[in-house]
């Protein structure tokens, strides 16, 4: 007799969010050079030990124009600043109900500068301003509505071991974090609306439009026999092949990047005329593939076994660069090594980074152009660095 699997109610709301969001698939994919140049690295540099004792649980990295490196740590709370040779500068934020306190920082948002903590548990983002002499101070909050007319009622602050499960399961998901594209942009995940993967609003709330049409067939059902019939036959759920995380054009900040979690394929979109400037496929590459039968092995044993809805991540994360070019990182496990594909503006590979070593990393990595290096998070909590 097969079981459901219970989870918390703040891992239950996070699997809704997640499971519900969908996005269109690309009949008019151009195809990804799958021959495009390997580079392996594999010989990092230990940015932050675990033994400094600055860290308990890193889960987000972000850099910033002024050579930080922020961390948010699960597990301590709170958002650490380090400069780019690992020694801590600031903290700032932490865990609660007031002012500039959240439930926990689901994503980051960088404007001149300002930093933007993206709760997705509170539904809030709160702007802190780095001065002049070091310091993030906190200016505002704003709060926002994580499904429209849906309202969950409010979260009380997380123990930090219930964190660090959601967190390592879903340590790069933007999809049930809202996505700021600009200083008032921001892009709220659509989970009841069957048009668009994402409700454009601004920072006061106005509601601007859709982002990211759907298919036809709208949303796909939620069932557990379907499930269970898809990766028997070694096929990729329809809940999960239609869903993407958006990259803002660095270069040219009107435009936004889809990028598909299962790596189908990649679309750019014209923010302000919100049409479709190109589409490329990105299926096919051997990394990928085995990242899926890594994934069929998983899901048919626990799908066999209860009533478990799997997901499926290829790619977990995406980066652009102030010269326009987009790096996108692919699932890793203790059997699977990271990939970081490079592609150029026009949504050609041009570069895979096959990253591995002796530590298991978490599916998180940031791209430090000033010093042409990958920064990446072990399980053990440290702060590796590749050159590349």
Known sequence: MKHPIFCSLQCLICMILFQLIVNSCASDSGKIDTVAEIIKLDEPIILIHYEDKHLASPMLLKTT??????????????????????KLRAEFGERGQGPGEYQRVGNFALFD?????????????????????????????????????????????????????????????????????????????????EKWLYDLTHLDGSFQGGIGKLANQGIPELNYEKMRSAVSQREIPELFYKTAFPVTDKKNPEELFLVSYTASNISKINLSQNKDIWKTDVSGLSEINAIKNNYFKTAVAITNQADAIIPFFAYTRGISTQTGDLYLSTYTTSELPMWIHKFNNNGELQVRYRISSEFELLPVFEVDTIRGRFLTISRDGEILAFYY
């Open 113 to 193: 500068d300002n930093v933007y903590l993206i709760d997705d548990f509170g539904f809030a983002i709160h702007k802190f301003h780095y001065d002049s002499n070091g310091n993030y101070n906190y200016q505002d909050s704003f709060t926002y509505d994580p499904a429209g007319m849906l309202q969950f009622p409010p979260l009380p602050p997380m123990p930090a071991p219930d964190l660090t499960y959601v967190e390592n399961l879903f340590a790069a998901n933007t999809l049930s974090v809202p996505y700021m594209a600009g200083h008032n942009i921001l892009l709220v995940p659509s989970i009841l609306n």
């Open 65 to 86: 124009s002024w050579d930080h490196l922020l961390v948010y740590d699960s597990r301590l709370g709170v958002v650490k600043a380090f400069d780019g040779e690992g």
